[in-house]
């Protein structure tokens, strides 16, 4: 059974740019959520999804920051335009139908560099 | 506020010791509590996850101890080998949310 999967691994670019960060999660699983982490907060909840509604998106910092699942095997995570202060190990995560009284499944990240 | 804190930070053991990782949190109304492995670069991999209503929960040479009323979880590792070196990681769930410690970074000697 695949794991979460994430794309890119890795992703540099210049600030201002867009960038797009793409998780599919384990088949069959109906929360999906977004972390970021980074050496000064550690790992930090952006984002969730259940049923691919987003249910709570306090987590997100800024408006530069937006987040969708069309549909059940793929989400992005998108920053627009895009500061150096972004540059973290972003992470995708999954958990099935009963999310409660189930381990999250983590993805294995994208490593994110603004220049 | 929901808070979490490990200790110690950092600890570097010789192989073969008994290990005690420490996680605490406030407020304890959660639904369980994970602990994780982080390699360096890599994604992180769930260890054991205990329910509330658990007191511990055991894989392998790893045990979980929960004591829901006071907030704290303690991660036991017996018979340490080089191959348990990364960081610890525990994250209490309060509803879907999990929010994480800042981790207790492992070295394992040979």
């Known amino acids: 059974d695949a794991g979460v999967i994430q794309s890119p691994r890795h992703e540099v670019t210049e600030m201002g740019q867009e960038v797009t960060l793409r998780c599919k999660p384990i088949?069959?699983?109906?929360?999906l959520f977004w972390y970021r982490q980074t050496m000064m907060r550690g790992l930090e909840l952006l984002i969730y999804?259940?049923?691919?509604?987003?249910?709570?998106d306090s987590g997100m910092p800024e408006d530069r920051f937006s987040a969708k699942m069309p549909n059940a095997s793929f989400s992005t995570l998108k920053i627009q335009p895009s500061e150096p202060r972004d540059s973290a190990v972003y992470f995708c995560?999954?958990?099935?139908?009963?999310?409660?009284?189930?381990?999250?499944?983590f993805g294995d990240g994208t490593r994110l560099s603004i220049l | 506020k929901q808070e979490v804190t490990q200790i110690p930070a950092a600890l570097s053991v010789p192989e073969g010791e008994n290990l005690v990782l420490n996680c605490s949190f406030t407020?304890?109304?959660?639904?369980?509590l994970q602990w994780f492995r982080q390699d360096p670069g890599k994604g992180l991999t769930s260890l054991l996850l205990?329910?509330?209503?658990?007191r511990e929960q055991t894989s392998g040479r790893l045990n979980a101890s929960l004591d829901k009323s006071s907030g704290r979880s303690t991660l036991y590792i017996a018979a340490s080998q080089p191959g348990d070196s990364a960081t610890y990681l525990c994250?209490?769930?309060?509803?879907?949310?999990?929010?994480f410690g800042t981790g207790t970074r492992l070295k394992v000697l040979a």
């Open positions: 999804f259940n049923n691919n509604v987003p249910i709570d």
């Open positions: 407020d304890s109304a959660i639904y369980n």
């Open positions: 994250a209490p769930r309060w509803t879907y949310k999990y929010i």
């Open positions: 995560a999954s958990s099935p139908i009963d999310g409660l009284n189930q381990p999250q499944h």
């Open positions: 088949s069959g699983h109906d929360y």
């Open positions: 205990i329910q509330s209503s658990q």
